[in-house]
């Protein structure tokens, strides 16, 4: 009998730790939406698609960055959960739906796309710098 309520105990803790991952990682994906990184994604696999010359079938593409994205959230959950508690995170998306949040939002995708040329260029005059230093 005490094993019967103990494998019930179990299972019941565990399904309720699944739900609260769950929970978790719907409001981190709110979040993310919220602060504009689908939209930096989107950006950054139409950035990778176009180096491939089109090649890649738009469906398939479409469904790769669905299983990426569903992969991203399972890792990132734990280091976000670690630093930030579903308060910290409701907070966050209603500060993402003020005017200022929504532009920051909006402009993050240019943002980032501008800064990684940016920053390329950076690091190639860097690199250069570097090797003068080393003569």
């Known amino acids: ?53 089109g090649m890649v079938d738009k469906k398939k593409l479409d469904a790769f960055k669905k299983e990426m994205f569903e992969d991203l959230v399972d890792v990132l959950t734990p280091i976000y959960k670690k630093h930030l508690t579903e308060q910290d995170l409701k907070d966050a998306v209603a500060m993402f739906n ?13 943002i980032a796309k501008e800064t990684m040329a940016a920053s390329m260029s950076w690091g190639m005059d860097l690199g250069a710098k570097m090797q003068q230093l080393m003569n």
Do not use: H, W
């Open 98 to 110: 003020t005017p200022i949040g929504k532009k920051i939002a909006e402009k993050n995708p240019i």
């Open 1 to 53: 009998m005490r094993k019967i309520f103990l494998m019930l105990f179990i299972v019941c803790s565990s399904s309720l730790v699944f739900s609260q991952d769950d929970s978790y990682k719907e409001l981190l994906v709110e979040f993310m939406k919220s602060q504009g990184t689908l939209e930096t994604m989107d950006s950054t696999f139409e950035q990778l698609s176009g180096m491939f010359g």
